[in-house]
């Protein structure tokens, strides 16, 4: 008879470590694999959207991985966005020198 191997544990879901610190390897790797995301603004908005939810995770590391990875394909869908609008320069003082035909 065939004896029944016992399952792999699975790691303990804890919740996001305080601090989450990059290590050199994951830098290494959002360089590499999600060039277009900005990382310190990414991975603050990763911390700030995981404490605000309280979830646990088993792998923090592979989370914060996806959530690069869809950090690189939002701002490769929407390169624009992420140059300011043309729009008025309210700091400029040009208009001035305007002949508003008054």
Not at 13 to 20: E, I, Q, S
Not at 67 to 75: F, G, I, K, S, V
């Amino acid at each position: 008879p065939a004896v029944a191997q016992p399952k792999p544990k699975s790691k303990r879901k804890t919740a996001l470590p305080d601090p989450f610190l990059l290590t050199t390897e994951m830098a290494r790797w959002a360089r590499e694999r999600a060039p277009a995301a900005n990382l310190s603004l990414e991975t603050e908005k990763f911390c700030n959207h995981w404490r605000g939810k309280g979830e646990t995770r088993a792998d923090w590391v592979a989370t914060w991985r996806t959530w690069m990875l869809n950090a690189q394909t939002y701002a490769q869908r929407a390169p624009m966005a992420r140059q300011p609008a043309a729009g008025p320069d309210f700091d400029s003082l040009d208009w001035i020198h305007e002949d508003l035909g008054i």
